[in-house]
């Protein structure tokens, strides 16, 4: 499977984006997909994940209530809204797909990887 991330972009601190993933290839309702940023300096870290049908989420607590994942199949698109930013939200934000039934958040368990989007959160 093929993903495009796209949404980024500079917001002031308080603001709002909504990311995008379109996926192409296989079958989009068969991966769990999962949303990832890496900040200059830092590891990869899991910010959001959703189930293949979309019936579970999962997130990481820097981020809870504040960041929504969402998933249309019949769009193949996976969607990250992002309210209330922060400046230790800026990172790039990638979208990931995994073949697995449950939400992981190890970078490792996701097989293919969008090119990633920039987020820039200015305070």
């Known amino acids: 499977v093929q993903l495009q991330a796209s949404g980024g972009g500079l917001v002031q601190a308080g603001g709002s984006l909504r990311l995008s993933c379109a996926a192409s290839?296989?079958?989009?309702?068969?991966?769990?997909m999962g949303w990832f940023r890496q900040a200059p300096g830092k590891e990869r870290e899991f910010v959001a994940g959703?189930?293949?049908?979309?019936?579970?989420?999962a997130y990481a607590d820097s981020v809870k209530g504040r960041f929504t994942i969402s998933r249309d199949n019949a769009k193949n698109t996976v969607h990250l809204q992002m309210n209330s930013l922060k400046p230790e939200d800026t990172a790039v934000y990638y979208c990931?797909?995994?073949?697995?039934?449950?939400?992981?958040?190890?970078?490792?368990?996701?097989?293919?990887w969008g090119q990633g989007t920039l987020v820039t959160v200015s305070s």
């Open positions: 990931a797909a995994a073949s697995l039934y449950t939400i992981v958040r190890r970078t490792s368990a996701y097989e293919y």
């Open positions: 290839g296989r079958t989009f309702s068969s991966y769990g």
């Open positions: 959703i189930s293949r049908s979309g019936s579970n989420t």
